[in-house]
């Protein structure tokens, strides 16, 4: 069964091995690529740049440096759950103040 792709601008590889062997000769020009998995069915690579670089986590009064991997948005798990339950907070609050006045 195959999903309607996500990202179809990119390049789809039928087999693993297709695309590991794109991501072997990226490595050799020392560019960071990874294939993945995509729900389409096929592989894509995705470039890990910016990954190394510092960045500050995403949840409120926390101004930690970390370095991201994957994409992460904050410094650990604990901040990432945090920063979630705020914003379900958050979410509600609006939610409750829209009921009043509707
Ligand atoms: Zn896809
Ligand atoms: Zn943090």
């Not at 990119?10 to 020009?29: C, F, G, H, P, W």
């Not at 500050?56 to 930690?64: A, D, L, N, Q």
């Not at 992460?72 to 945090?82: G, L, T, W």
Request: glycine share 8%.
């Amino acid at each position: 069964m195959t999903r309607r792709c996500p990202t179809p601008g990119k390049i789809a590889y039928e087999t693993r091995e297709q695309a590991d062997k794109v991501v072997n000769a990226s490595l050799a020009m020392s560019l960071r690529m990874r294939a993945y998995p995509c729900p389409c069915g096929a592989y894509h690579l995705t470039s890990k740049q910016g990954a190394g670089s510092p960045r500050v986590c995403g949840y409120g009064p926390c101004e930690r440096l970390f370095s991201p991997i994957d994409g992460a948005r904050y410094c650990s798990r604990a901040h990432a759950r945090k920063a979630h339950e705020k914003r379900r907070l958050a979410r509600r609050k609006e939610e409750s103040a829209w009921r009043k006045t509707g």
